[in-house]
């Protein structure tokens, strides 16, 4: 019998699964659990959404006629900007992955995707996905890539919120991992497109503070930058949950929370933030119906 050499022996030793590969089984059986049931979930985020509204108007005793509609307007107006500036995030994503989206096709694809945040699905994510596979790049390549960046909103939210509250420890790790995030990228991508990324994510975090300042003063609220910044992380968290599309209604109630922190009208943040929703569902409609019909006179045009 041929003695074994101890090289075959290590090569036979089982290798230690990671936390990862011994969670998998149990997020999957999550993932299943929350994909299955994710109609009654958007059936009950719907009606929160709804009915918190409702009540929120109540309860600041805010009546139609007491909004004021040019701050309203002026805030749904301000949303085409994100529009476009979601559009742009798109094009440096596919660059990130060597590929390039024509900017007028990456913000008629990004419109497209918010308005599919309706859906009983996960559609917004798959919309940018599958826009970026139709690029060219890999299942893989445009999974990591939109983590990436998805992350990085979170994390530039969260030195907006830190700041609004002047919690360093908050500002200091959101920094901390956005300079990871940053570098990811940077090693995906170069540094050109992670900056533009970066720049990209503040600039739509200003706008979405913005738009919050303004639905509080059409509420005939007194509020500052500050105020609106602190709530510029709840559309963030209630999309990166997952638990209904959008995070609609979680989004709200995250602010309402934030709001009761701080020792602000819950009711007022909630109203703001639905606003704030309904403009930009409106922006996205109103720029997908332009884009179809700029479509349908080049139709009838004649050759």
Not at 166 to 191: E, M
Not at 196 to 203: E, F, K, S
Request: aromatic share 8%; with cysteine.
């Amino acid at each position: 019998m041929m003695p074994l050499d101890p090289s075959d022996l290590q090569a036979q030793k089982p290798r230690r699964a990671t936390l990862i590969e011994r969670l998998h089984p149990t997020l999957a059986l999550a993932k299943d659990f929350l994909a299955r049931r994710r109609r009654a979930l958007l059936g009950i985020a719907t009606i929160l959404f709804v009915g918190g509204f409702a009540w929120s108007l109540d309860a600041a005793q805010i009546g139609l006629a007491a909004i004021a509609w040019v701050w309203l307007l002026a805030s749904v107006f301000l949303g085409f900007a994100g529009v476009v500036l979601n559009g742009l995030e798109l094009g440096l994503c596919a660059a990130a992955v060597g590929k390039r989206f024509p900017p007028i096709e990456a913000i008629r694809l990004s419109s497209v995707g918010i308005l599919s945040n309706l859906l009983p699905i996960p559609a917004s994510a798959l919309v940018r996905g599958g826009g970026l596979v139709a690029r060219g790049a890999s299942v893989v390549e445009s999974g990591r890539i939109l983590l990436y960046v998805g992350l990085l909103r979170f994390t530039v939210a969260g030195a907006f919120t830190g700041v609004a509250l002047t919690s360093f420890p908050l500002v200091g790790g959101s920094l901390l991992a956005s300079a990871a995030l940053f570098a990811l990228i940077v090693r995906s991508g170069g540094f050109r497109v992670a900056t533009g990324l970066l720049g990209l994510r503040v600039a739509m975090l200003g706008v979405v503070a913005v738009r919050l300042l303004l639905c509080f003063w059409a509420l005939g609220a007194s509020a500052d930058l500050y105020d609106a910044a602190l709530h510029a992380i709840a559309p963030v968290v209630g999309s990166v949950v997952g638990l209904v599309p959008g995070g609609i209604g979680v989004s709200e109630t995250i602010g309402a929370g934030l709001a009761m922190i701080v020792r602000q009208s819950p009711a007022v943040a909630f109203a703001a933030l639905a606003l704030n929703r309904l403009g930009g569902y409106l922006c996205s409609f109103i720029t997908l119906a332009l884009f179809e019909a700029a479509d349908l006179v080049r139709q009838r045009r004649p050759a």
